[in-house]
């Protein structure tokens, strides 16, 4: 088969350059229109449903709306598990599914479901809403809208009807939600002393507001020639047009409106607040869609509130408090200048080493070329491009050039020998095929070792399959490249241009200075043997000493605070509080913007009460990066008895994914009742706070805060002709209000809602004496038909797995995580638990713990399937063997890598370390298969010299690929932790000091070993 695919590119040979060439050009523009992302979609699929229950406590919510919602909703297919969360008048259920499912086809089912259980909830809740599709990291740019002239009712106009409804018809947006919306209410404020005076009902006042507001269809009017269409004007348009509604007749004279009642614009109880830049305004988050390109939907979005401009006079815009498009276009950057230096340093290598720009340049077109042919397979694959796949092709940049290189390198030699006795058709294929083991069974290695990371699950899988993707796929795409451009490219280029003499003065040097060495050690082979055995477990020695974490910290300049107060704090106090920390913050040297949002938003990510708040700042690149982190951590530590953390928002989105909540260990403790698991939460927490290197450690914010309870009794109630149903919706119409109808001005909705006034609202003794209407038509204090008293409840209530459950979170700093983790283990095991409660321990460990078994485990079966490439190529079981002993060594540069970078050994180091096994065995086939050819095509015997010329011969071609692999990683480990390569420079750290070490083992110990261990092959003869 390689026979004929090569035979077929040396006789086609101008039309596989031809059709080469036609396929970069045509690969450059698909590259062009691919979608660009930071990091793969790597939340697993999720459907979140949103249902108020205005008035209801979380109690209420939690046995009245979330359990019902859960109960329909279990056993959905590919389900994995429920979350929800229940507080004050609103429930928040949320389905995790398997990794792979089709959120589509999940929505629909889940959303069949919904339609059976709307029957069964109450009938204060509202329909239950599905929020639209978003992607894992969710927010895509957040607005602030702020005025000097206009009023905060104007502005939630303006975003609600104006930069809403543009904004939501951006493709790519899923989901626009507005925090510190206060949207605006003609209010009928009723006193029900003024009531009663007046003599009328609260009904009445009601159903005045609601004829007054009513719309009514006009019908038509006929004409001999043509229909009419009968149009009632709306009567109201002004707050000023309700004063002169009638609400009754009194002795034929009009009660009005405004005489019985006060009539204000105002806004509803607000759920949530929004500061931006030290002052109240209105911010939009926008969340996007998972399969959206966030640089194409954020330049969308620009090019939208360019256009609104003129549309939004006085309003201060500001889209530049969180846009992780600036990290992207960081990142990207980034990796592509590394791509480009790294590329010039291959080709730099090349030169040095060829020493013939044909041969060179036919080398180095393998760059391109299979770079080009990998991308292009990975646009009709589907999904981004995005720093995990670019980091695949940096890595396997050096080795893209590798079979390239070793089939020149050999054709080039072998064109020197027989130039003038064979035909160069007859030398090139012959050459090709002499080298064909060392780079078909190379290529199948390189696959099998990384192979994997292809069975990872979780997040981890959805990290790094992406990169083990465009890695094997280059690596193919140059085992194509290698088996057609690069035969046919030498046919055309090289006959009559190698000249014998011509042969790189670097190499001579090289090989002249190796021969001598490679000598001594094979003279002194016992003594290498064990310093090489001791370097190895020196590195083994090592391991337990190295730090361990899941992901690096990644080095974004978008960070977020959560800025948690004691329960029921109110959005007054968490304003004054945000507004004097966005000062401090702003005051720094580099911050640039601040924005907070506290509370929710109407149908928004955030399922929190008022005393939560999210704060947002973004910092400078040209600042010091360290320093000014450290200031505002500093900052922020100056509000004690407040919970708080500093993240960048791709770690706070990562530890969301594993846990739900933000933490690197999370203890996750489940039971009955409330009360005994904030009791035993509290004792974990005090438990694990002596633990080294713990920091940011807390207990979920759910406490029982005070709550007034209404308690009706029945027996007075029917004394007084009462029922329980009245009472209630007259206090929920006084302290709420209750919306009688609407007024449609200039394309806005404006409610028309019947309220008590403000006094009712203001203590307890003003509840407990509000008047109530008897059907007699007298009037009743509330006291005197219900019990008001004030008592503790949950402030909220979050379940997992039909389970109430709790959370203690905490992160590591300066210490092991694993370490750290596993402490956390035993000193949460240690403690006694009723029957009922367990705890859970979990976080970003137990991800790195999975996923470093899985790799372990596969990675033994790996290295069965390399034995069996091996053994397939040589047919002997102690070749086989050979290459495989010398592997071990290969990792011990790893090691040096590791400790190079800092000493922390993260998921990607294991990666590298995977790699570098590839590279290693790729090598070692090389050489071992020119040991043999050496005996059986050219007869030389089995000895010493046949060791030095063998080596020496595949000294330029091991040389190139090391150095080539190692300079198109240099710009990756130099950079350090750029944006963009935080997981990539660990791995090309461990990368690079595996390729040392595996040199030495390809051109040290390989040669020593079969030398002990080689045996003499049969020539032809």
């Known amino acids: 088969m390689i026979r004929w695919i090569l035979n077929l590119s040396l006789r086609l040979r101008v039309v596989v350059v031809v059709a080469m060439a036609a396929l970069l050009i045509a690969g450059l523009d698909l590259w062009r229109r691919t979608p660009m992302d930071v990091f793969p979609e790597f939340a697993p699929p999720r459907i979140e449903i949103q249902t108020e229950a205005p008035g209801l406590s979380p109690q209420q919510v939690e046995t009245l709306v979330s359990a019902p919602i859960e109960n329909a909703l279990n056993g959905t297919p590919w389900l994995e598990t429920i979350r929800s969360t229940s507080v004050p008048g609103l429930s928040s259920v ?37 929020l639209a599709p978003i992607s894992s990291t969710g927010r895509i740019l957040m607005i602030g809208m702020t005025s000097a002239r206009l009023s905060r009712m104007d502005l939630s106009a303006l975003a609600r009807w104006t930069v809403l409804p543009r904004l939501l018809a951006v493709p790519g947006v899923a989901n626009v939600s507005i925090w510190g919306e206060r949207p605006r209410q003609f209010q009928i404020q009723v006193d029900p002393q003024q009531l009663r005076a007046a003599g009328l009902t609260l009904d009445e006042v009601e159903q005045a507001g609601r004829l007054a507001t009513r719309l009514a269809n006009g019908g038509f009017l006929d004409t001999p020639n043509q229909r009419l269409v009968i149009n009632h004007l709306p009567a109201v348009q002004t707050i000023q047009d309700l004063t002169s509604v009638p609400v009754k007749y009194v002795n034929g004279v009009p009660l009005l409106l405004g005489q019985v009642a006060r009539l204000r614009e105002g806004y509803p109880p607000p759920i949530g607040d929004a500061v931006i830049n030290d002052t109240t305004g209105v911010l939009l988050v926008v969340e996007k869609q998972p399969w959206a390109n966030t640089l194409e939907t954020t330049r969308l979005l620009e090019e939208a509130l360019a256009a609104l401009k003129p549309a939004l006079p006085d309003v201060e815009i500001d889209a530049h408090l ?40 036919i080398s180095a077109l393998a760059l391109p070329a299979s770079l080009i042919v990998a991308g292009i397979l990975l646009h009709y694959q589907g999904g981004t491009v995005n720093t995990m796949i670019l980091a695949g ?8 050039v590798d079979d390239a290189i070793i089939d020149v390198e050999n054709i080039v030699r072998r064109l020197r020998e ?59 795409s140059s085992l194509l490249v290698a088996l057609t451009l690069t035969p046919a490219l030498a046919l055309l280029l090289l006959p009559g241009s190698v000249e014998r003499e011509r042969v790189s003065p670097l190499v001579q040097r090289l090989r002249a200075a190796y021969e ?59 304003d004054r509080l945000v507004m004097r920390l966005s000062k401090e913050l702003r005051s720094i040297p580099g911050v640039k913007h601040f924005a907070g949002h506290i509370g929710r938003a109407e149908l928004g990510e955030e399922t929190v009460a008022t005393n939560f708040g999210e704060l947002w700042i973004s910092v400078d690149p040209s600042v010091d990066y360290q320093e000014t982190m450290e200031k505002v951590e500093q900052a922020v530590a100056g509000y004690p008895g407040l919970y708080h953390d500093v993240l960048t928002f791709l770690r706070e989105r990562i530890e969301e994914v594993l846990t739900g909540t933000s933490g690197s260990i999370v203890v996750r403790l489940y039971g009955p009742d409330l009360a005994r698991l904030i009791e035993k939460a509290e004792q974990i927490r005090d438990t694990l706070r002596t633990i080294p290197h713990i920091s940011d450690l807390a207990v979920e914010q759910i406490r029982m805060v005070p709550q007034i309870n209404i308690r009706f009794r029945p027996d007075r109630g029917a004394a007084a002709g009462l029922t329980a149903g009245q009472v209630r919706e007259a206090v929920a119409t006084f302290l709420q209000g209750a919306r009688v109808g609407q007024v449609y001005r200039d394309q806005t909705v404006i409610d028309v809602v019947v309220t008590g006034v403000p006094e009712l609202r ?70 006694h638990y009723e029957p009922g409660y367990h705890p859970e321990v979990l976080g970003e460990f137990k991800a790195q713990q999975a996923a470093r078994n899985r790799l372990l485990s596969l990675g033994l079966l790996s290295l069965v399937g390399v034995f069996l490439v091996l053994y397939t190529d040589f047919q002997s079981l102690h070749l086989s063997v050979l290459v495989l002993l010398g592997l071990p060594l290969a990792l011990t540069g790893g090691v040096l890598g590791v400790l190079a970078g800092g000493g922390v050994l993260s998921l990607g180091s294991i990666i590298g370390f995977i790699t570098v096994l590839g590279v290693a065995a790729r090598n070692g086939i090389m050489l071992i298969a020119h040991y043999r050819h050496l005996q059986r095509e050219e007869g030389m015997p089995f000895g010493r010299a046949l060791i030095i010329r063998g080596a020496s011969e595949r000294l330029s071609p091991i040389l190139m690929t090391a150095l080539t692999t190692a300079l198109a990683l240099l710009p990756i480990a130099l950079g350090g932790s750029r944006p963009g390569q935080e997981i990539e420079h660990p791995m090309a750290l461990v990368i690079l000091g595996g390729l040392l070490t595996s040199t030495v083992l390809n051109l040290f110990l390989l040669p020593l070993l079969y030398q002990r261990f080689g045996r003499p092959e049969r020539g032809k003869g």
């Not at 999940?106 to 959303?111: G, K, N, S, T």
């Not at 990796?335 to 720009?357: D, E, K, M, P, T």
């Not at 006291?783 to 992160?811: F, L, M, W």
């Open 418 to 476: 027989h130039q003038a006795s064979r035909s160069a058709f007859r030398v090139v294929l012959e050459a090709s095929l002499e080298v064909r083991s060392a780079v078909v069974f190379g290529s199948m290695i390189v696959v099998l070792v990384l192979l994997p990371v292809f069975f990872l699950t979780g997040l981890a899988g959805t990290f790094f399959r992406p990169l083990a993707e465009s890695y094997v796929l280059a690596i193919l």
């Open 393 to 400: 092709l940096a890595i396997a940049l050096g080795e893209v």
């Open 94 to 130: 949320v389905l995790f599914f398997q990794q792979g499912t089709d959120l589509l086809s999940a929505r629909q089912l889940v959303q069949e479901r919904l339609s059976r259980v709307s029957r069964l909830l109450p009938a204060v809740a509202h329909p239950p809403v599905m």
């Open 762 to 831: 203001n203590n307890l003794e003003a509840l407990q004496n509000l008047l109530l209407r008897t059907p007699a038509g007298g009037y009743l204090p509330l006291k005197a038909v219900a019990d008001v008293s004030i008592e503790p409840s949950p402030n909220a209530i979050t379940r997992e797995g039909a389970s109430r459950k709790i959370d203690i979170s905490c992160n590591v700093r300066g210490g092991n995580l694993n370490r750290v983790a596993r402490e956390v283990e035993q000193r949460v095991a240690a403690l």
């Open 516 to 574: 001598k060495w490679l000598q001594k050690s094979l003279e002194a082979s016992q003594t290498v043997l064990l310093g090489l055995g001791g370097l190895f477990v020196i590195s083994v020695l090592l391991l337990p000493f190295l730090k361990e974490e899941f992901l690096p910290r990644f080095r974004e300049y978008d960070f977020l605070m959560h800025w948690v107060e004691k329960p029921s704090t109110s959005l007054q106090a968490m």
């Open 322 to 361: 969180f846009r992780p498009a600036t990290f992207i276009e960081m990142s990207l950057n980034n990796l592509n200048r590394a791509l480009l230096i790294g590329c010039v340093l291959v080709v730099i290598v090349l030169s040095f080493f060829l020493y013939n720009w044909r041969s060179a340049l």
